[in-house]
Each structure stands twice: as C-alpha cells, then as structure tokens.
C-alpha cells in the first residue's frame, strides 16, 4: 500500500479533523489504497514539528491550547513554515491557514513553496485559489505535481470536481450558488419571522456566524466563491473585485414577507453567466427565486450550487458548506485525486 | 483519436436523440478526445442495417416510421439483434430497447451477447440493471469490458457514478430519492389542488406520464431504481420485488392539504438504508417530508437523490430524470467512462 507523508500547515479545526480521522480511523484510507502519515506539522500557536518517521497524533491532539512543539525532537516554537514545507520528507502538504481576502497570503507563498519543491498541494483555503488559482495550477503542472482545492467553495460537498468530472461533454452556460451558509440561515429565520439582526444573532449563537458576520452577509465570502467558479469551471480570467457584489444587509422583514405572500424566496445567489457574446458576467445578490427554481428549496445553513447545461438543464448538487469535518473531507477527496494521480504516473 | 464503432440496438427516442448529436456536433466529442461511428443500428421496426466504414445518420434519421432497412446496403427487415449485437464491427453497444420489469428481457440477452462477444455495453435500461446486474457486471469484469449504466436511474443527472466516484472514503449509510417526474409532478399539482385523477391527466396531457400510469403512481417504476441503487451503492444483493412498495394512488387532496397546513410536503420516496445490525432495508412508500429535509423542496417533474454519509451528511443531486436528450446524455457519460478504462488500459 502507498503511503502519503503530510505536511499540515496550520493547526486548526479542519487540520486537527483530518488529524483525527487519520489516527482513529486507518481503515477509512486503507480501504482507499493508501495510508496518510504525518511527517511535519506548522502552526502559529503551536510552532513546528517534523519527525520523519511519523508524528504521534494522538500526543500533539491532547496538547492544550498555548502549549508549544518546542522540547519535542524535531519541535520548534517557531512555525518556520518555508523551511518545513521546502525541506520537510512530506509528500503532499496539507494548506489550511487562515484566507486573506486581499492578497491570499501567507497560503499563497504556502503552495508555491511546496509546488517548488516537488510536493502536491491540498487546501481548503479560498484566499489563494480566487486570486491566484490559475498562476498556482499552471507552475504545479510545471512541476509534475498536483494542486487540488475541492474544499475551497462548499468544503467537502463535491462541487469543482463534479463539474469537472461528472459532466464531461455538456456545454456550461451558467453556475449559480448559494455559498454561504450563514446569510441562507438569516434569510430563513427572516422568513419566520425575525429581524435581520435577530436572525444575524441567533446564527452567532448558534455557532454559524463569526463575531464580525460582514462577510458572510455583505456578500465577499460568497464573491471570492464566485471568482473560483468562474475561473475553474467558465474558463474566466477574473479577479474577486470584477465580481459586482450586493449582500443581504437592506433585505427587510417587509421584503422578505412581501416576497413569501408571492410564493417567492429571497436568497444570496452567486452567479457566473456565459454571455450570448461570450463575455462572463459573474454577480453576488440577493435575488426572490420563484418556488420553483432548483435553489429555492435550500433551507437553513445548507449550500448548494447549480449547473446550467444545453443537454442535462439544470443539475443541481447540496450540502454542507462548512464545518470542521465536512471541510476536512474535502482534503480526502483531495488526496484521493493526488492518489489517482500519482497511480496514473506509475503505471505510464 | 480514438473512433469508437458504435452499435444502437433499439432506435427509439433515446438511440434517435445520441444519433443526432452524432451527426451534428462531433465536435462535442472531439473535445472529449474520441469520434464515435454508428457501424450498424437494430430496431423491431426498422430491422437491421450494418455498415462497417459507418452509417450515413441524416439518411436514416430521415427516414419515416414505418419504413425499412431492408433494401439498403447492409440491410435487413429483421432486426437480427444477436448476429448484428456478436458480429457487427462494434466496440460499443448501445442497448436502449424497453425494460421488461419481470425478467428484464431482450436486454438482459443483449447484453450478454455484447459482452461475450468482447464489446462494451452502455444502456439506460432499468431492467437488465435491476434484475441482473451483478451477474452481468461479473461476466463484463470477466471478459474485459465495461457494463455502464448511469442512466437506469436518473437520466443524465449523475447518481451512481457520482456516488462510487465524488464520495470516495465517505460511508454511506442510505439513499433516498425522488425517482419518479410523473408521480412528483402529480403530489405537486395536488398541492395546488387538483384532485389525484385531475393531475394525472394532466400530466398525461403535458407528456409526462404514460397512458397507463400504473408504474408511475403505484410505485414500481421506482422499485427498480431502488433496487439498482441498493445493489450498487449499498453492495446489497436484492431483487426489486425484495423492495417494499406502496404507491402515492392512495393519498388524497386532503393528505396533501393537511401535510402542507403542517409544513410538510408528501413525496414519493424510493429509500435503501443499512440498518444498524448491518442489513438493508429498501422501500418505495410516500412520505410526508419536513420543510428542512434536502427532497422537500424538489419541484415538478424534477428527479433527486440524497445521499447520507458519515463525514458530510445529507448530499443531495437533482436533475432531470427522463427526457430523450437527457437520457441520451447517460449513454455519452457512459461511453467516456468507456473511453477512461480503454485508455487505462493502453497505457498500462
């Protein structure tokens, strides 16, 4: 059986649930064809750990928080991530650091040092695939290896791979999507009758919402979506700010209400359209669906993304949007792909 | 590229519908890397027409029902199904003849020569799936061919290669969907207030449903699809009349009006789940579905299916789920996972 040494950068929740799928549950992978080991661990909170042979994950998982890797062979209380990731014995580095929405950083230098150095790439992290997808993907082809970052639009739900994959041979006019869980939860608690500052913080109550919910419900979450779908499914060569954004911040009780009474539903649709003259127009807004459109239906904090195409109409994938184990998923589904491919290569 | 020699056994709606893609987008498939010829074509009645160097398409989709093959070069009035299917040059038949929901027969004969004979076999046929399709994959598996047959369950919409393929390390623990337009469309006009009989006719006027709507409102249309998803997701090993059926001819206006002051929604609902002791249970029986769940909110002749996984929950496809351009697609996706095996093949 292959084994894939990993690299995880950042120790957060989805780095710590993937961590512990791969200590309680070897089966799970083995029945894929490989086992996962992790060989290097970086975090700011923590510092870095490398340790050739294998990590015990079942130690660094019981470290409290503000505890440190340093006194540990191979620890330091420095993430020193470059020299982790360029010089670690990984084979696949596992990005999932926090997303600036500016410039991507620190995940962009992240997956070019590891691209540079020979080693796959798997991220959850948006920040560098809306704003450098296309520069990272082209020098990872250059370099015989793979960069692959299903998470990054609607965490573990299948979402740039069924695209790619499952429709094979049709013609995709158009992708609209409800991405962000949040703002879809608000917009059905208005429904029943909130406010939408009550709904904003019954979503924080309940764990949905950041402390600060301006991304999630002024729309720029949902627009650096939008650039990953556009670029990776359209062929676009678009930047988040050429996304025209409107979020859901002057939606009113009355609006809401109005619209139900017409049998119509306000949610925050991301689109990418292919235009008749085969420009792409790639909007954020809200927009009162009809009941019968295939996203009207999405309730609570659920995503879901549709497909227009000229032979199949619409096609239309759900589920989960987050979450530390659904996000973690996506980085399986990510080295499954990296697994295929690396077969792929031995056989040729 | 790779020319694939295609052999259409049935030249109904479906086999008519890839036929004329044929004809007049080959650079649809071209852009999958592959030319597909139609080397001989049967029908009950047009006969059998075989044409090595490749059938001219706009010539016998020309021709009006009622006419025949018989005469033309290569030709016969008979549809002479197993000599064309074991010795026509194709490497690829396309059986799309009706479903025999008792012993699944011509196709389950059809198949069998195909894959003797060394061909692939693609098909959107239920019956062969539903009531032999372990034996028949076995007998591919063991004369080096593919059996592929996406769209048995839900037209073009991706289902069964979806589940083996996007959901890869997930345990899946059941499915439900929504498999049947017809009886869908009907709970929905209900809904709207039609009495039962009401929406069917209109549904038979609209060409949704068939003249003898039995198989669509009684349940055993979604029997079979039930049964292949059991056998082939949940590696049960069921027939289709192990599946507990009750149809929707029993629900009334008022079960509907009542659900819906409730918040709830009657579906008809095809389900396979492993229970806890580890075996399966599969059912077609109308539900009355919460507002919440992910089938709720599908519309209209709309098909669905949710998967429940342990990493991600509910994930949930729709799309169409009849139509002879959609199916015809199921046939295409087929033939590219045809082309992925044969080109494995090559390289390896």
């Known amino acids: 059986m292959t084994t894939y040494n990993l690299a995880l950068i950042g120790f957060g929740g989805v780095n710590r649930a993937l961590a512990e799928l791969i200590r309680d549950e070897p089966g799970r992978f083995a029945s894929l064809g490989f086992e996962l080991r992790v060989v290097a661990i970086t975090d700011l909170a923590f510092g870095s750990l490398v340790q050739g042979d294998g990590i015990d994950l079942a130690s660094v998982l019981a470290m409290p928080r503000g505890s440190s890797f340093e006194g540990l062979p191979g ?14 014995p990984a084979d696949v580095v596992v990005e999932a650091t926090f997303t600036s929405p500016i410039d991507g950083e620190p995940a962009v230098s992240h997956v070019k040092w590891a691209i540079e150095s020979g080693k796959h790439v798997v991220t959850t992290n948006k920040g560098p695939v809306a704003l450098r997808g296309q520069e990272l ?4 082809a250059e370099n015989g290896v793979r960069f692959e970052y299903e998470g990054a639009v609607m965490s573990g739900t299948p979402v740039i791979r069924l695209a790619q994959k499952m429709l094979g041979g049709l013609e995709l006019n158009a992708v609209q999507g409800i991405l962000n869980g949040t703002s879809n939860y608000v917009l059905g608690r208005m429904e029943a009758g909130l406010g939408l500052d009550e709904a904003i913080s019954e979503a924080q109550d309940l764990g949905f919402a950041e402390a600060d919910p301006t991304a999630d419900i002024g729309g720029s979450d949902v627009r650096l979506k939008v650039a990953i779908l556009a670029n990776e499914l359209l062929d676009a060569n678009i930047r988040p700010s050429d996304v025209e954004t409107t979020g859901i911040q002057d939606i009113t009780s009355d609006d809401v209400a109005q619209a139900l009474a017409g049998g119509l539903r306000w949610k925050l649709i991301g689109e990418v359209r292919r235009e008749d003259d085969g420009s792409i127009a790639a909007t954020v807004q809200p927009v009162a669906l009809p009941a019968g459109h295939p996203l009207a239906g999405i309730s609570g904090a659920t995503n879901a993304v549709s497909f227009t195409t000229d032979l199949l109409g ?35």
């Open 75 to 88: 620890g330091s209380p420095d993430p020193r991530n470059e020299d982790v990731i360029r010089n670690s």
């Open 137 to 140: 993907s082209t020098l990872a």
């Open 314 to 348: 619409a096609v239309t994938v759900s589920g989960p949007g987050a979450g530390r184990v659904e996000t973690a998923y996506a980085l399986i589904s990510d080295i499954i792909a990296v697994d295929e491919f690396v077969q792929g290569a031995v056989r040729a």
